[in-house]
């Protein structure tokens, strides 16, 4: 998840944002499944960006140096093996970076509605309300589908040989030391770092955007981005465990990255106030941005949650609520929707979904992330 501040014109965009800022966006940035209109890029470049991430945009000048400084682990994992990526994988990626995807991810353009806590959101940029922010949320796509499909296969083999029993079927395991385990996390890393890279490209595509329709370039509108993290990975950290450092490989799965004020890998500007956590709401609903605290990299190995979480399955939503009907609420909350397919709507409608304000509430009340932001959403561009 990605989150980028826009600064200038608050009021201004308001009185314009439906008609134009939305309808931009949604023409820079391509949606959907399978999804045309990618960055065109090569084999080359390609496993450039798995292997290195953001700094390969940045030898391009697709991203800002700045960028880099506020995403996790500096926008690569290390240790990522392309050699590792099967060659279906890597076709369906190579032309799907800077792509929205479809699903629950969006663009979402969101005004500033309450400030918790003041100097943490001065650090990232956001000192009123009624300011303006833009978050992301995209991922891997293709590539880190066909990563997961592809090493699901190879470890349930791996499982079949040794006397590992899961009670799920849709889980797979290997040991970390082992060759399939070995080979899936370097395959990860890459995905990863796809991911890191794809967000990079939509962010570059939403400044585009709103220099478009402001006539300003995106640093004139201060267009920085606050952070990116990620969810759904695995990577090695370093954490107390009964008094002694380990290195350890924290699987983070629906949930995402916290780490405390003081911790090393977060940026100068979020050394006093913590890691910034992104959380999206679900389609139509406030969206929040957390901080990360002590106590949460002491009981929960610096996690929090991600996001709200689905109630229903995507085929139950479907039953229950009817797209068009959605699409009207949303626009009578004053909220323009742009989507490349409207009959989904239904699948991410807010009802599918766990209340988010009580998600974030209660990790607030159990001190493992700190509440600093809470922001409405007045543009959702959907695949």
């Given at each position: 998840?990605?989150?980028?501040?826009?600064?200038?014109?608050?009021?201004?965009?308001?009185?314009?944002?439906?008609?134009?800022?939305?309808?931009?966006?949604?023409?820079?940035?391509?949606?959907?499944?399978?999804?045309?209109?990618?960055?065109?890029?090569?084999?080359?470049?390609l496993?450039?960006?798995?292997?290195?991430?953001?700094?390969?945009?940045?030898?391009?000048?697709?991203?800002?140096p700045?960028?880099?400084?506020?995403?996790?682990?500096?926008?690569?994992?290390?240790?990522?093996?392309?050699?590792?990526?099967?060659?279906?994988?890597?076709?369906r990626?190579?032309?799907?970076?800077?792509?929205?995807?479809?699903?629950?991810?969006?663009?979402?353009?969101?005004?500033?509605q309450?400030?918790?806590?003041?100097?943490?959101?001065?650090?990232?940029?956001?000192?009123?309300?009624?300011?303006?922010v833009?978050?992301?949320?995209?991922?891997?796509?293709?590539?880190?589908?066909?990563?997961?499909?592809?090493?699901?296969?190879?470890?349930?083999?791996?499982?079949?040989?040794?006397?590992?029993?899961?009670?799920?079927?849709?889980?797979?395991?290997?040991?970390?030391?082992?060759?399939?385990?070995?080979?899936?996390?370097?395959?990860?890393?890459?995905?990863?770092?796809?991911?890191?890279?794809?967000?990079?490209?939509?962010?570059?595509?939403?400044?585009?955007?709103?220099?478009?329709?402001?006539?300003?370039?995106?640093?004139?509108?201060?267009?920085?981005?606050?952070?990116?993290?990620?969810?759904?990975?695995?990577?090695?950290?370093?954490?107390?465990?009964?008094?002694?450092?380990?290195?350890?490989?924290?699987?983070?799965?629906?949930?995402?990255?916290?780490?405390?004020?003081?911790?090393?890998?977060?940026?100068?500007?979020?050394?006093?106030?913590?890691?910034?956590?992104?959380?999206?709401?679900s389609?139509?609903?406030?969206?929040?941005v957390?901080?990360?605290?002590?106590?949460?990299?002491?009981?929960?190995?610096?996690?929090?949650?991600?996001?709200?979480?689905?109630?229903?399955?995507?085929?139950?939503?479907?039953?229950?609520?009817?797209?068009?009907?959605?699409?009207?609420?949303?626009?009578?909350?004053?909220?323009?929707?742009?989507?490349?397919?409207?009959?989904?709507?239904?699948?991410?409608?807010?009802?599918?979904?766990?209340?988010?304000?009580?998600v974030v509430?209660?990790?607030?009340?159990?001190?493992?992330s700190?509440?600093?932001?809470?922001?409405r959403?007045?543009?959702?561009?959907?695949?």
């Amino acid at each position: 998840e990605c989150t980028v501040n826009c600064d200038d014109h608050g009021r201004f965009l308001h009185l314009m944002l439906e008609d134009e800022i939305g309808k931009a966006g949604f023409q820079h940035v391509p949606v959907g499944a399978g999804t045309k209109g990618g960055i065109d890029i090569g084999r080359g470049d390609l496993d450039a960006v798995m292997t290195i991430g953001m700094q390969h945009l940045l030898t391009k000048g697709l991203v800002w140096p700045e960028d880099i400084e506020c995403t996790e682990e500096r926008g690569c994992i290390p240790n990522a093996d392309v050699n590792k990526v099967s060659q279906r994988a890597k076709t369906r990626g190579v032309s799907q970076l800077g792509t929205m995807g479809s699903g629950n991810h969006y663009t979402e353009v969101q005004t500033v509605q309450e400030i918790y806590n003041p100097e943490a959101a001065e650090a990232m940029g956001i000192t009123k309300v009624g300011q303006i922010v833009v978050m992301i949320h995209s991922g891997s796509r293709g590539l880190g589908h066909q990563v997961c499909t592809d090493y699901l296969a190879k470890l349930d083999a791996a499982m079949a040989k040794s006397d590992v029993n899961l009670n799920d079927r849709q889980l797979a395991c290997a040991p970390i030391s082992s060759q399939a385990g070995q080979d899936y996390l370097a395959a990860m890393a890459g995905a990863a770092n796809f991911a890191f890279c794809n967000r990079s490209m939509i962010a570059m595509r939403v400044r585009e955007a709103f220099a478009e329709v402001f006539g300003k370039t995106a640093r004139e509108l201060d267009m920085h981005q606050v952070y990116d993290v990620c969810h759904n990975v695995a990577k090695f950290e370093d954490h107390e465990v009964n008094g002694e450092m380990k290195r350890l490989l924290i699987h983070r799965k629906g949930a995402t990255r916290a780490f405390p004020p003081g911790h090393p890998q977060i940026p100068e500007k979020y050394q006093k106030v913590g890691q910034p956590v992104l959380i999206g709401g679900s389609m139509g609903t406030n969206s929040y941005v957390l901080t990360g605290t002590d106590i949460g990299m002491k009981e929960t190995f610096g996690s929090t949650c991600h996001g709200a979480g689905r109630e229903m399955s995507r085929t139950a939503a479907m039953r229950k609520y009817d797209s068009r009907s959605v699409m009207n609420q949303m626009q009578k909350n004053h909220i323009s929707v742009y989507t490349g397919t409207p009959r989904q709507l239904a699948e991410e409608a807010a009802g599918a979904y766990k209340n988010v304000t009580k998600v974030v509430e209660t990790c607030h009340a159990a001190g493992i992330s700190r509440l600093c932001v809470k922001l409405r959403p007045i543009a959702v561009i959907k695949g």
